[in-house]
């Protein structure tokens, strides 16, 4: 098992379960999302992991390397939404109207806090999982929606609900990879193997492309070894690589919604932010994106 402190990215353990650690070399499943960015879907049905907060903040990162970033809230609490400094009731459209195919995203999108741009969610979305219930293809909501806003940016993050509903579902759909991120506490492991049975669900029968990138341990405690245990156990567990650096606990974390911008901006030399850009950067490296300049289309509806 390889140790914390190895220098790789990432460190793999294949048992099997999910197979080697991989990266496409460019994004595949043909048709019209050939051309597009990275669709990465940051899952865990398990609450509080701190979904919401990764998906700022390696937002945040990429923007500030040139990337173009857009980020999807497809959480009901819109807490994503909330984070970034918009009021979710205030909100004419919302991914909710994207997702049912009643407005474009081009309409929707607004740029927000730390340069990226939001596909802002609104409270009622959980309205919307119970209509996609009702849709024949329901799954590629998502990923149709998306197709002709995701050539305008470079990385497309989906933050998902702490559920594996058919708002997840769709997002499995709509990504080329999954990023789980992980709390190292006793049980973490607890629902682990149920997501990635459900991405390999999706994987077989809606989206072969899909790839898991790894697990981020999120509110690490360097200074326990509990939490290292945790992590190795789930690693050997599922076969999963593991991100680096973990991100360790701060109360930086916790203000920074208060404050409608991510960690990045708001204490931008925390250990918190370094560790979200060095996870960032080893992501782009992995991808080969090299840092841009931010370029291309730019839209706002606030
Ligand atoms: N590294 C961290 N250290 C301390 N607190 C953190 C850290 N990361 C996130 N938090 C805090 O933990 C709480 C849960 O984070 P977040 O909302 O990102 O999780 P989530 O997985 O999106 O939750 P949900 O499942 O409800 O969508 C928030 O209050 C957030 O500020
Ligand atoms: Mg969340």
């Not at 997002?171 to 193997?193: D, F, K, N, W, Y």
């Not at 932010?273 to 931010?294: D, F, N, Q, T």
Request: aromatic share 4%; charged share 20%; glycine share 10%.
């Amino acid at each position: 098992m390889a140790r914390f402190d190895a220098q790789p990215f990432v460190r793999s353990v294949d048992n099997g379960i999910l197979g080697p650690f991989r990266v496409p070399s460019a994004p595949g499943g043909g048709g019209r999302m050939r051309r597009m960015g990275r669709v990465v879907a940051v899952a865990n049905q398990k609450g509080g992991v701190a979904k919401t907060t990764t998906v700022a903040s390696l937002g945040a990162a990429f923007a500030e390397q040139g990337m173009r970033v857009l980020l999807v809230d497809l959480d009901a609490q819109a807490c994503l939404t909330f984070s970034l400094g918009v009021d979710p009731d205030e909100l004419e459209l919302s991914v909710n109207d994207v997702v049912l195919g009643s407005a474009p995203a081009t309409e929707v999108i607004m740029t927000v806090a730390d340069g990226v741009d939001l596909l802002p969610s609104a409270i009622d979305l959980a309205g919307v999982e119970a209509h996609l219930l009702t849709r024949p293809g329901r799954e590629f909501a998502l990923r149709s929606a998306l197709s002709e806003v995701v050539d305008d940016y470079q990385v497309v993050l989906l933050d998902c609900a702490p559920s594996l509903g058919v708002l997840t579902l769709a997002a499995l759909t709509a990504a080329q990879e999954v990023i789980v991120p992980l709390q190292c506490e006793m049980l973490s492991h607890r629902g682990v193997g149920q997501l990635l049975d459900t991405i390999e669900d999706v994987r077989r029968i809606l989206n072969e492309r899909l790839v898991v990138m790894g697990v981020l341990p999120t509110m690490f405690d360097a200074r326990t070894s509990h939490a290292r245990a945790v992590l190795d156990d789930v690693g050997e567990r599922y076969g999963l690589p593991v991100l680096e650096p973990p991100i360790p606990r701060s109360v930086r974390f916790a203000e920074a919604p208060a404050l409608g911008a991510s960690i990045l901006a708001t204490s931008s030399t925390s250990k918190g932010a370094k560790a979200y850009r060095e996870v960032a950067l080893g992501l782009l490296r992995a991808w080969k994106l090299g840092p841009g300049r931010r370029a291309g289309r730019r839209r706002s509806t606030a």
